[in-house]
């Protein structure tokens, strides 16, 4: 409720905290906001930009992105805001982080490669690998709660669709197949649903939720205001 632009909730694993990006400082950055006593601490107080936070899920580490060393990079730290670490390193500009189950991997988007693709990397900054491969636009990853599957956004059928990738069988899945743009999926705890937000509705964009194959898409919101980067509290 502050004339701020205010982005990128991700909740925590308990519910009871989330990690948000916020400008009512001037610039960007991450911010905690407690549920319970309605209290929001500023995290990472940096002049820099400071956002897309995603809480890992044992809840100890936060990832996020910024471009304190001059382009975005995938930074960590600690709910605290301390232990702050650059784990992607790279020249080129890197976003969207989201943990894998483990507490090992983050998946990301970068444009490192000259168009962006969705890369996976160990949180030591090991073991990155390239898992879109393709010339068109991929972003906005989301790994499915148990492990095996990440879903994104890409541009690759023409349009902004949802695609899931299965790290098991290396495929790929279009589950909105919408000739309107899809976009920032997220799971929900159990994996059965995914929440995305849609201007398929009219000129504004919604948010729907759908079945994990795509089926059973239900709209949630209709305001007359753009709805963004919904996530499904624990």
Do not use: C, H
Not at 183 to 204: A, E, K
Request: glycine share 8%.
């Amino acid at each position: 409720n502050l004339p701020s632009e205010d982005y990128w909730p991700s909740w925590s694993p308990t519910g009871e905290l989330m990690a948000l990006s916020s400008t009512r400082k001037g610039n960007f950055d991450v911010y905690i906001f407690d549920i319970s006593q309605e209290t929001l601490t500023n995290i990472t107080n940096n002049p820099a930009d400071d956002g897309w936070p995603s809480w890992s899920a044992d809840g100890k580490w936060i990832a996020f992105a910024s471009d304190r060393e001059g382009n975005y990079d995938i930074y960590v730290m600690k709910p605290d805001g301390s232990g702050v670490r650059n784990v992607t390193n790279n020249s080129l500009e890197n976003g969207t982080p989201s943990w894998a189950p483990d507490n090992n991997r983050i998946v990301f988007s970068s444009n490192r490669t000259g168009d962006w693709e969705i890369f996976i990397i160990n949180v030591d900054g090991g073991g990155l690998t390239n898992i879109s491969n393709n010339r068109a636009e991929d972003s906005t990853p989301s790994w499915s709660p148990d492990g095996k599957k990440i879903a994104y956004v890409t541009d690759r059928s023409g349009d902004a669709e949802i695609f899931i990738y299965d790290l098991e069988t290396k495929e790929f899945k279009n589950i909105t197949n919408n000739p309107a743009s899809d976009g920032f999926p997220s799971w929900s705890p159990d994996g059965n649903q995914i929440v995305f937000s849609s201007d398929r509705s009219g000129s504004t964009n919604n948010i729907f939720t759908m079945n994990a194959d795509g089926s059973n898409v239900v709209q949630i919101t209709d305001d007359g205001y753009n709805n963004w980067k919904p996530v499904f509290r624990p």
